[in-house]
């Protein structure tokens, strides 16, 4: 493992931009705020652990898994939000002591900051990436990002004038305006209803095409997985949660999310992980 | 129902129980129902005009107009809880993001937040030798406990999304305090500053009877002299009073609601 890492690191343009070593994390229960009867638990809950990946540069990889099985986690630690318990996470050669502006990150529920309107959501990532920019740079570049997902008309909304398909291209925009060159995104569609789901996938995949970035992308949804990575890695169930399987998704680009169910070798792979996905959310459920 | 009618309807409704309670009260009040010489309405109503005509009059510390004790009474609460919202939001602040400030500070929070500030009057005038500042000081106990507790639980349950996000951009603490964490909170705070003021408004009226002039003083001044229409008018005073700060803080709220 670590020759291979090391040989990484030199000027080969497929090198890997992410890559994870006996990755693992261990959660410690806290005690609650202003509560002297909770006694915090001995010992703790392993989420994640023995995790080895890596990542190529500007690929599309998505983490699927039975629910509770630790993606998120494993996203936390990936953007530096969360210290793992052991193992390392090297990106571009060098161990993360933590977050930064190289990945920008995507939340489930959009995140956005509810007193600020959307463009001035945008300006405060770029404020805090970029301190010496000036405020009409900033405003300029944030206005950009924001015409870049189509809502330049809905600069001066609030997050809650937005519709929820909306609150989520804010998201991305603000992710990509920092200019990063991975996006981590946390079932970055699942709240979405179907519709504006595949609107924003081939939004996302546009996206995609155009900047060079590196995705991981965590979701519970197979056909989301198959239309858009490259790869797909299998996590098993949860606690102390491993990857179990990688999987290459070698279907020709651009996919159409209708030619693309006709396709026998997509169909396979999708028989795989739904065999997979089933038996792992069979051990979750059959043990509690 | 038509809205605009519907709204005349509930003000009608109200003008009409205001006018039966007005007739009752009389009535109880000139049949000695309750007790002997109880003022009725009509007395009390004609005070209010009187006391209300001309409210800043000012003959020495006993004789003062309801206006001038309203203002006097009203300043030592401005004073007392500004000082006390300007301690209680950074002590919040630090109390909700430190576990070491928390747990050195909270034992005392419990112990004394539910002692009637009542108790530091004796306290104040022993160390202050002026009443003026003992009403301040006691006002500023009164204060400060629901705006730091609320200020203290609206960081701790502050929605993570947002502390991520800063924290995922690389955000100093300063920004993130500044930029994220106040604006999230300040409903947390103003809910605290809410009940902060209501709660400094009842103490004062009971704290003041025992420091001289304010309307609190005004209320045992008149006991003193046996005039109890004369305290029906500080009720209303103080109560309508107490009404418009509530308002006014309620009108804040909404405009810092940040829910869809």
């Known amino acids: ?288 | 129902m038509n809205k605009a009618i519907s709204k005349r309807l509930t003000f009608a409704v109200a003008i009409l129980s205001l006018l039966i309670f007005i007739i009752l009260w009389q009535v109880i009040a000139q049949q000695g129902l309750l007790v002997k010489n109880f003022p009725g309405s009509f007395k009390t109503i004609g005070s209010l005009i009187w006391w209300v005509s001309d409210p800043f009059f000012d003959n020495g510390p006993n004789d003062l107009g309801i206006g001038t004790n309203l203002l006097i009474s009203l300043r030592r609460v401005l004073i007392g809880y500004s000082l006390a919202v300007l301690v209680a939001i950074p002590l919040g602040v630090l109390m909700g993001m430190s576990k070491l400030a928390q747990s050195s500070l909270n034992p005392y929070v419990q112990l004394l937040k539910p002692v009637s500030p009542l108790a530091w009057l004796p306290v104040g005038l022993f160390v202050f030798r002026n009443s003026e500042i003992t009403g301040i000081f006691v006002i500023f106990i009164t204060s400060i406990w629901p705006t730091l507790i609320n200020t203290a639980f609206g960081v701790a349950s502050i929605n993570p999304d947002y502390l991520r996000v800063s924290k995922s951009l690389g955000a100093s603490k300063s920004i993130t305090i500044r930029r994220v964490i106040l604006p999230a909170i300040m409903p947390n705070i103003l809910a605290g500053m809410r009940i902060s003021m209501g709660t400094a408004w009842l103490v004062i009226v009971a704290a003041e009877m025992l420091l001289g002039t304010g309307i609190g003083y005004f209320i045992w001044n008149e006991w003193n002299n046996l005039s109890l229409e004369n305290i029906f008018v500080a009720i209303i005073i103080i109560g309508f009073t107490g009404f418009i700060l509530d308002q006014f803080f309620g009108f804040l709220q909404d405009k810092f609601d940040y829910s869809i």
């Open chain 1, 1 to 288: 493992m670590n020759k291979k890492s090391t040989k990484i690191s030199s000027s080969n343009k497929n090198y890997s931009h992410l890559e994870l070593v006996n990755l693992g994390k261990i959660f410690f229960k806290e005690k609650k705020f202003l509560d002297f009867r909770s006694k915090g638990i001995k010992g703790g809950f392993e989420a994640i652990k023995d995790i080895n990946l890596k990542i190529e540069k500007n690929k599309f990889v998505s983490i699927i898994g039975p629910s509770g099985c630790g993606k998120s986690t494993l996203l936390n630690l990936i953007a530096g939000l969360q210290a793992p318990t052991s193992g390392n996470i090297i990106i571009e050669g060098k161990a993360i002591k933590g977050p930064g502006p190289d990945r920008g990150v995507i939340f489930q529920n959009y995140a956005l900051m509810p007193w600020l309107t959307t463009i001035q959501n945008i300006e405060f990532a770029l404020n805090t990436v970029f301190p010496a920019k000036t405020k009409a740079d900033v405003k300029e570049r944030a206005r950009k990002y924001l015409s870049m997902v189509g809502l330049e008309k809905a600069s001066n909304k609030f997050p809650k004038e937005l519709s929820g398909g909306m609150k989520q291209r804010v998201a991305i925009a603000r992710a990509l305006s920092i200019n990063p060159n991975m996006l981590l995104m946390d079932e970055p569609f699942g709240a979405l209803d179907a519709l504006t789901r595949s609107y924003l996938q081939d939004e996302l995949l546009s996206i995609w095409r155009k900047n060079k970035v590196t995705v991981v992308l965590i979701t519970h949804s197979i056909e989301e997985a198959l239309l858009l990575s490259d790869k797909i890695v299998l996590m098993s169930s949860g606690p102390s949660a491993i990857i179990s399987e990688e999987i290459s998704v070698d279907l020709e680009r651009p996919r159409d999310r209708q030619k693309i169910e006709q396709d026998p070798n997509y169909l396979k792979i999708k028989l795989r992980l739904e065999k997979h996905l089933l038996r792992e959310t069979r051990a979750v459920e059959e043990v509690t």
